[in-house]
T-cell receptor, first 111, second 114 residues
Framework: AQTVTQSQPEMSVQEAETVTLSCTYDTSESNYYLFWYKQPPSRQMILVIR??????QNATENRFSVNFQKAAKSFSLKISDSQLGDTAMYFCAFNDYKLSFGAGTTVTVRA | EADIYQTPRYLVIGTGKKITLECSQTMGHDKMYWYQQDPGMELHLIHY???????EKGDLSSESTVSRIRTEHFPLTLESARPSHTSQYLC?????????????FGPGTRLTVL
């Protein structure tokens, strides 16, 4: 069974600074996709960024970027220039034939 | 925001009542999912469907049932609600084939069983 581990239950960051969320996963598959989802308070969960395991280049979406280390099975998310609207719970997810989620990291951006 | 809708958003109900949580999407997605999420916790897949007349149980055992008679509609039913069913229920959908495809989530139904 696939497992996804997010070791940081909560993180706090000052507005405009950078925060990095960690995620590790366990799989015996060679091709799969990894995702970071964002769940703002009382709002719908949305996709932040995705990464294909075969691609060595780290994915980037505006202020969001990942550090994908396939051998280490690590998939961290970096949020640069943090904004108040980034306050949310962030879930790392692994997809080979179905989506498995980590326990989530609550990120609070302070003004 | 994604075109996937859930009703009701909040439901408080007594033990033993039958309830149906509604989920509809207007994106024509073949795949639909139900997740259970306790506050501040991870999501657990309880049901999924790959198309009309297709339903499967997920990783987390659930006493709920689902049906998929129409592509756009994926309701979840609890025949006899209990306090242990208190949770948030999230519906999601995605396009057909491919691990690449993201799931689009509804706003969720927060269920409280007294």
């Amino acid at each position: 069974a696939q497992t996804v581990t997010q070791s940081q239950p909560e993180m706090s960051v000052q507005e405009a600074e950078t925060v990095t969320l960690s995620c590790t996963y366990d799989t015996s598959e060679s091709n799969y996709y990894l995702f970071w989802y964002k769940q703002p308070p009382s709002r719908q969960m949305i996709l932040v960024i995705r990464q294909e395991a075969y691609k060595q280049q780290n994915a980037t979406e505006n202020r969001f970027s990942v550090n994908f280390q396939k051998a280490a099975k690590s998939f961290s998310l970096k949020i640069s220039d943090s904004q108040l609207g980034d306050t949310a719970m962030y879930f790392c997810a692994f997809n080979d034939y179905k989506l498995s989620f980590g326990a989530g990291t609550t990120v609070t951006v302070r003004a | 925001e994604a075109d996937i809708y859930q009703t009701p958003r909040y439901l408080v109900i007594g033990t033993g009542k039958k309830i149906t949580l509604e989920c509809s999407q207007t994106m024509g997605h073949d795949k639909m999912y139900w997740y259970q999420q306790d506050p501040g916790m991870e999501l657990h897949l309880i049901h999924y469907s790959y198309g009309v007349n297709s339903t499967e149980k997920g990783d987390l055992s659930s006493e709920s049932t689902v049906s998929r008679i129409r592509t756009e509609h994926f309701p979840l039913t609890l025949e006899s609600a209990r306090p242990s069913h208190t949770s948030q229920y999230l519906c999601a959908s995605s396009r057909g084939e491919g691990q690449y495809n993201e799931q689009f989530f509804g706003p969720g139904t927060r269920l409280t069983v007294l």
